[in-house]
């Protein structure tokens, strides 16, 4: 009865409480529904968009959290086709502002900010995303690499892949002689 009355315990108690389940039905184009949400990844800003039918996530750096630059931004991810659905939590998307832009283009339904679960596609991307961000990659192994001589390497790969398959353990074998008591091991690990 006290933890009912007590501000500390209401101010500090979970809220991650299960929510029922509402799901949305399945979009029957690309980027008809698309989840987005916004991380700072590294200091920067990134708009995350994913795709609900085919998950495709898309990423695109902000000049901020301003509606105008979140505006700018999904204006770079129309090119792959006018979203009819934009599923996102309140921040940046519940504005007056994009509300407004919202209105005559696309359904603004809300996820609960509180309950990351209940935009789990968004969240989905945001991991995604942050894989992808996180790689060392540069544009020179990005470039496709063309192969010369193509029947030469392949043998090369062959004589590794040999090498490898057909390598002995390094250990000497002994050598017994007749009549030599020897203690066996058994699959259990008994003697």
């Not at 009865?1 to 209401?10: F, L, T």
């Not at 509300?99 to 679960?117: G, M, V, W």
């Not at 392949?154 to 057909?166: A, D, F, I």
Request: charged letters at 30%; glycine letters at 4%.
């Amino acid at each position: 009865m006290y933890v009912k009355h007590c501000k500390s315990c209401e101010k500090y108690a979970l809220r991650n409480k299960k929510h029922e389940h509402h799901s949305r039905d399945i979009p029957t184009l690309p980027y008809e529904c698309v989840s987005a949400d916004i991380i700072a990844f590294v200091g920067k800003n990134v708009l995350i968009i994913t795709d609900a039918y085919s998950k495709w996530v898309d990423i695109v750096p902000l000049q901020g959290k301003t509606v105008e630059s979140v505006v700018d931004a999904c204006t770079k991810v129309a090119v792959h086709g006018d979203s009819q659905i934009l599923v996102s939590d309140n921040i940046s998307f519940n504005s007056r502002e994009f509300r407004d832009i919202a209105k005559d283009r696309f359904e603004l339904p809300f996820s609960s900010p509180r309950y990351a679960q209940s935009n789990g596609l968004a969240e989905k991307g945001v991991h995604i995303a942050k894989l992808l961000l996180r790689l060392p990659l540069s544009m020179d192994k990005l470039k496709p690499r063309v192969q010369e001589d193509v029947h030469e390497w392949l043998k090369h790969r062959e004589k590794k892949t040999r090498q490898w398959c057909n390598r002995t353990p390094d250990r000497k074998y002994i050598a017994f002689k007749s009549g030599q008591n020897v203690v066996e091991r058994t699959s259990h690990g008994k003697f």
